[in-house]
């Protein structure tokens, strides 16, 4: 097959600022000390990224970059491109921070709070290169400036208002405007208020899923003994609540110097109290599908460990339960290990769910974010191109999409004979070439994506979802379109989870259109056939809100502004313009069914490099898991080829 590939050098990503130069030998050591871990059975603990001085963590939308703040004067960003759950580069994109403890996303915007102020960062998911410093717009700087608890926890809530943790400046003392309080204000800083107070030092917190209510972690009052207080987790479902401190040093223990006096309303007291000086700080709601089913709506909280109890305790994630009525059920620990023989060797800070199901743990100590997931095949990606060889895949159905989970292994949807209902499925091609059906009966099944470890397959005039066990629904029948869906095809979900499907219509564009699939089902119409796009096929995320979209109609690139539903035609001439791809890089592809074809272009409105043109349909292409390959259905042909880019 007749291949060439030209890429930028090493000299000019380095001059872009995108070769990292950190050095992992550190995160070698930490894997080491990782059979020290208690793990339930099934689960998998291994090193995701070296971040020094991790602490709260934010997912990046669209691109599922984590940004990383820490309690001196660096936030991170840690970037998996290739998508195989191993960081491939971190990247310190601020330096000048006072405690940037503090980070969340919202609307494409990053938020960082330091121990004085708050600022607003734009669109940084996609150009980790920009002058941050000079983008920083301060929304707020009026929080309390004392060192003593100045670490900052922020996340937005349902209101879509950003909530933000003010510790008291001492271990017990008479507080005063917002000391010990969670204050929350509008995106932009305004409107700032109290929204719950008499809580000593809080360093997580987030929203119940199904209530929406406010949970947060609380670190009580030191000195006091090696058993008493005990660490909090509270609810506060309504603004005004008062959490008892300093009238109550944790729980209901009072200090001596505050037993007779009386708080000033009255005190809502934890829904859980953990073991003193556990020291409980970042907690997630788990919504994800990779863990168990029965740990949907359980929290699980870092437990940072103790430093001034005799018996060091903490050092763990802990797992709350909650009942069918949303109410705490108990607790339990969920991995322990860090903490041996009187001796601890890393200290959990916060928890983030990735768009997977699997779970990352910051750990400030040693300065590495973990990745627990459960149920993979413990296999290394780096190698699955190797295991896969450069076999080409044989012996297909037509064959139309195809996407790589992290563990090497490819998913295929077959058409079958076009046009017959039923004959359809997808396949499982296995790392070592093998091949099983995964779900059959389908009709044309055309673009397939993985979200949380479940597949969305675009099926002529319905959407299917597919769990990795291999059972099926309809989760979008053809009477909940608000359109006519036609000729359903490319399938494309954002970091929120909403799964954009295109239909490319009739063979004169009739009824073509995008559609949008929120998580719950909902369903809305994006654009139609008048947009200016003639036949929508191949989507891919572009940045916050927009979209590249292929037309198989005139072999346009157009990007597509959600938002505005404004479609700009940014490229031109790739025939039947059909799937569309980024490798590690950042370099896109687009392959062009009518006449077998794959460019490269250095980015959408570049100039198009052909690398190949031998195939006989070029269909919708993916990224194989370790980033080396175009994943390359050539329909008419049959075959799943390994198209080599690196």
């Known amino acids: 097959m007749k291949f060439t590939l030209k890429t930028l050098s090493f000299l000019t990503l380095s001059s872009l600022g995108m070769i990292s130069t950190a050095s992992f030998a550190d995160a070698a050591d930490v894997e080491k000390n990782l059979h020290k871990l208690n793990v339930p059975d099934g689960f998998n603990v291994e090193v995701y990224a070296e971040v020094p001085g991790a602490r709260q963590m934010a997912l990046g939308q669209s691109t599922g970059t984590v940004f990383v703040g820490t309690r001196g004067d660096k936030a991170y960003a840690v970037v998996d491109r290739n998508k195989d759950r191993k960081a491939d580069e971190v990247i310190t994109i601020l330096d000048d921070l006072k405690v940037g403890n503090g980070v969340a996303m919202y609307q494409g915007n990053l938020y960082i709070a330091e121990q004085n102020r708050i600022a607003r960062y734009a669109a940084p998911g996609f150009d980790l290169t920009l002058p941050f410093k000079e983008m920083r717009e301060v929304i707020y700087d009026d929080l309390p400036d004392k060192a003593h608890h100045g670490w900052r926890y922020i996340d937005f809530g349902p209101d879509g208002k950003l909530y933000v943790t003010v510790g008291a400046p001492c271990n017990i003392c ?271 099944p055309k673009g397939i994506d993985m979200f949380n470890n479940t597949l969305y397959v675009a099926d002529v005039d319905q959407l299917v979802k597919i769990n990795l066990d291999g059972q099926s629904e309809v989760m979008v029948k053809p009477s909940d379109f608000p359109g006519k869906p036609v000729f359903l095809n490319d399938v494309e979900i954002d970091g929120h989870g909403n799964i954009y499907v295109s239909d490319s219509g009739d063979d004169n564009g009739k009824d073509a259109g995008i559609y949008q699939v929120t998580a719950k089902g909902k369903v809305t119409e994006v654009i139609n056939h008048k947009s200016g796009i003639k036949r929508p096929n191949g989507l891919l995320m572009d940045g916050y809100n927009k979209m590249l979209v292929a037309d198989f109609g005139t072999g346009d690139l157009f990007q597509l502004d959600i938002a505005s539903v404004k479609a700009t035609k940014v490229n031109s001439g790739f025939g039947g313009a059909d799937g569309l791809v980024r490798d590690t890089d950042g370099f896109l592809y687009i392959s062009d069914w009518n006449n077998g074809k794959v460019w490269q272009l250095n980015e959408a409105k570049a100039t198009p490099q052909l690398i190949t043109d031998e195939y006989e349909a070029a269909a919708d292409i993916a990224l194989s898991a370790d980033g080396k390959h175009i994943l390359m259905p050539d329909m008419k042909a049959g075959k799943l080829y390994f198209l080599p880019i690196k």
Do not use: C
Request: hydrophobic letters at 30%; aromatic letters at 10%.
């Open 174 to 444: 008479d507080v005063k405007g917002q000391e010990a309080t969670i204050i929350r204000m509008n995106p932009d800083g305004s409107d700032a208020e109290i929204y719950a107070e008499g809580i000593r030092n809080s360093v997580g917190m987030d929203f119940q899923p199904d209530t929406g209510t406010l949970y947060f972690t609380d670190n009580n009052t030191d000195m006091m003994g090696d058993n008493i207080p005990p660490g909090e987790l509270n609810a506060a479902p309504e603004k005004g609540m008062h959490f008892g401190f300093p009238y109550y040093a944790g729980g209901k223990e009072r200090h001596e110097d505050w037993a007779d006096k009386t708080p000033p309303k009255e005190v809502t007291f934890p829904v859980a109290e953990f073991q003193a000086h556990t020291a409980a700080l970042g907690m997630k709601f788990y919504t994800g599908n990779m863990f168990p089913e029965d740990f949907k709506g359980d929290v699980i909280i870092a437990q940072h460990g103790s430093w001034n109890r005799t018996e060091p305790v903490g050092y763990q994630l802990m797992r709350v339960t909650f009942d069918e009525n949303n109410e705490v059920s108990g607790h339990e620990t969920f991995i322990d290990g860090w903490l041996n023989d009187g001796e601890a060797w890393g200290r959990p800070t916060d928890v983030l769910q990735l768009p997977d199901g699997s779970v990352l743990v910051s750990d400030d100590f040693n300065g590495v974010i973990y990745r627990v997931s459960y149920g993979e095949k413990q296999s290394d990606a780096q190698t699955t191109s190797t295991r896969h060889g450069n076999n080409t895949i044989e012996d297909l159905m037509m064959p139309e999409s195809a996407i790589a989970h992290p563990d090497g292994r490819v998913f295929v949807t077959e058409i079958g004979e076009f046009g017959k209902n039923g004959d359809g499925k997808v396949t499982v091609v296995n790392t070592d070439g093998s091949t099983e059906t995964l779900v059959d009966g389908l009709n044309d």
